[in-house]
């Protein structure tokens, strides 16, 4: 089916009480990590319109990863940062996607994610997630981070809450379970959690946007 992004963003826009998409085409948000969090809120933006997106992982796909990942049983063996864009733009066509096969560090973070007004971490490990709010904080603090603490097991979902704790720093989870516990990931947690850091980014946007009117 062909369809026009003026196509695309009548239907973003027929579905909200204003027009939005003019607004989210300009954004630029960057995802590190692209497993059960990122590849899911990068899912979430693109449908909600977001222009640009700047994807980094270094990781590929494995079987384990389907019970909770964006990823297909095809897609086995295959990098993240090289499937995922292909499902993205099979969405919106019209998403700019940069994505970087490669290990976020806190010596390549600023150059990957310069161009982002919004950054979100999306990763596995504390130590990673702990380098990235630092690295950003430290490094880039001008730009909006939202992190992920806490989506493990089966608990009560709505215990799964957005915070801001600081005026820079968004934190969404239960801020307890973790896998380490033994409690396991399952998609339904993982992707409350991660719908909560997707809308947090498109509150960011359009509160920003709300500021210059």
Same mark, same amino acid.
């Given at each position: 089916?062909?369809? &026009?992004?003026?196509?695309?963003?009548?239907?973003?826009d027929s579905r909200n009480n204003r027009p939005i998409y003019g607004i989210l085409k300009q954004a630029h948000v960057g995802i590190a990590g692209l497993g059960g969090l990122g590849s899911n809120i990068a899912a979430a933006l693109v449908r909600s319109g977001v222009g640009s997106l700047v994807l980094a992982d270094f990781d590929s796909v494995e079987l384990s990863n389907l019970n909770r990942q964006l990823y &297909?049983?095809?897609?086995?063996?295959?990098?993240?940062a090289e499937v995922l864009p292909e499902l993205l733009r099979e969405i919106n066509p019209f998403c700019e996607i940069t994505s970087h096969c490669v290990r976020v560090t806190a010596t390549n973070c600023a150059e990957l994610f310069g161009d982002c007004?919004?950054?979100?971490?999306?990763?596995?490990?504390?130590?990673?997630?702990?380098?990235?709010?630092?690295?950003?904080l430290e490094q880039m603090p001008e730009v909006e981070l939202i992190s992920g603490s806490g989506m493990a097991g089966y608990g009560n979902a709505n215990a799964i809450t957005t915070r801001r704790i600081t005026p820079k720093l968004t934190l969404c989870g239960d801020g307890k379970t973790d896998v380490a516990d033994g409690v396991g990931l399952t998609a339904s947690r993982v992707i409350i959690c991660a719908g909560h850091m997707a809308s947090r980014a498109i509150e960011i946007i359009l509160e920003g946007a709300n500021k210059h009117e």
């Open positions: 089916m062909q369809i &026009t992004e003026a196509d695309f963003a009548a239907a973003v &297909t049983l095809s897609q086995i063996g295959r990098k993240k007004e919004i950054i979100i971490e999306a990763f596995d490990l504390p130590e990673q997630k702990a380098m990235l709010v630092n690295t950003v």
